[in-house]
């Protein structure tokens, strides 16, 4: 009898689980609109993005819209200096400065800024859903990918949206791309069939169906949950072992990880 041929199999099982646990890297920490806090720097700034990759963090989240002369510019909210960004020309928006003096970034300029000295951090891009229609939503969703493409950031880039029709319609253009729906309006099991790789859901949503946890690790569904300010809830995240978890407070999230280990 050959005894070295369990021990092999064995040797072998041990390798794949090891690579599969090491291989996830859980608990990494997504900066929500960039690292602005602590700093009193900008969000949705060139200036928070640059942090959050000089931190080394996992992820640096940031918010896309197009303006009415289909211009993609980094904002949060629907309107910049009360105007309608969908409706408004890119220069007359630029008229306006952010808070911390920069311009009002574009997507162009915000993705060359993160694919600079950045070997760690995920670039994770929020689509906004079109206040105008669904169809604007979903051309804003190409236009994004072929900028994204065009920079070569196409590997270090995660495209999240609370619009189900534009994570369907990037997968329809590339086909490998990690898609992350906002919405916590579907269980993990029910993306899978449309090819969504993730769910990034408000943290209470988890709260309410944690079964939904363990459902996204046994179909292999990215977990990404946001905005995760509070030590206590980060505790619970923390706990449960998420692949993503996204925060206004990376250093406070960073100490909670540490005191964890
Ligand atoms: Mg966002």
Redesign the pocket.
Known sequence: MNIMKPYTTFLLIGLLVGFSSCNAPKNGIVA??GAWKKNNLTENSIASLRHAIDLKLTGS???VWRTADDSLIIN?DAHYNKLLIEETNYADLIKFKLSNGEKLPTLHEYITEGVKNNKKTLLVC?I?PSEISKERGKETALKTVETIKKLKAEKMTSY?SFDYEILKQIRQVDALTSLQY?EGNKAPGEIKSDRITGVDFHYSVFQKHPEWIKEAKDNHITLNV?TVNDAEIMDWIIKNKFDYITTNEPELLNQRIKNKK
Request: proline share 0%.
């Open positions: 929500h609109r989240e940031f918010d949060h929020e906004k999240i906002l946001w």
